[in-house]
């Protein structure tokens, strides 16, 4: 299925813009996901492309989208507040649609974002699904980004490599995790923030579209 082009509303504390997005409808849906990117990478980097074929390929509608200041052609992310103004527009824009309940998913900072957002009150997900969820700076267990979690209270799916530096060590994640409402966690064993397995050298789009299955079992069991 090729995705449609859409440009979504966004309200920012700084006035009205819009963003890009990538949407694939699927007539009958079991649920609506959309899918946020990671700091480094936008909405078509081929680990999300892999992802959401696969996804839609399974029965799910996949909404892609980019932060602005993506948008905007900067590589560093702006303020935490316009990545929560971006998922309120995308749950706005999806209502527009018609698209039911849905589920907010993202790669590392795009997860974080919606967490954020949903502990906010901007967001209300059916659940959320952490792609890597990065608790920290590589190296800096000292500055946990986890303050919010214990707020939320939809459902929260971590999906995580054993060898992911962003969740060293595993003791305060786990301690972390334990504080959530309702938290659970799936590990992909010898696999880092990538979700790439030493001495397995995959494409990312096929890593990518590795992980629908997971996310689809969590999706439907909700």
């Not at 680990?47 to 993506?70: H, I, K």
């Not at 527009?89 to 309940?101: E, I, K, N, T």
């Not at 952490?130 to 500055?143: N, Q, S």
């Amino acid at each position: 299925m090729t995705p449609l082009s859409v440009r979504i509303p966004v309200e920012l504390p700084t006035g009205e813009t819009e963003v890009s997005g990538l949407w694939s409808s699927v007539p009958g849906a079991e649920a609506t996901i959309a899918l946020a990117h990671g700091a480094g990478a936008g909405m078509t980097h081929p680990f999300l492309e892999g992802l959401a074929s696969a996804l839609s390929e399974s029965g799910f509608s996949v909404l892609r989208f980019v932060f602005p200041y993506v948008e905007d052609g900067r590589r560093m992310p702006g303020p935490a507040a316009h990545a929560v103004a971006t998922w309120a527009g995308v749950q706005a824009w999806l209502g527009s649609q018609r698209s039911g309940a849905f589920v907010a998913a993202g790669k590392s900072y795009g997860g974080r974002m919606a967490s954020l957002a949903t502990a906010e009150g901007a967001l209300s997900p059916r659940a959320l699904v952490y792609l890597g969820y990065p608790l920290h700076a590589p190296g800096r267990p000292d500055k946990p980004r986890a303050e919010h979690l214990p707020r939320i209270t939809v459902p929260q799916f971590f999906i995580e490599g054993e060898n992911d530096p962003f969740i060293t060590p595993r003791e305060q994640f786990d301690t972390v995790v334990a504080t959530c409402h309702d938290a659970r966690v799936h590990w992909i064993e010898g696999a880092n923030h990538s979700f790439e397995v030493k001495g397995k050298r995959r494409p990312a789009a096929e890593i990518g579209a590795g992980l629908a299955g997971v996310v689809g079992e969590f999706v439907r069991g909700l």
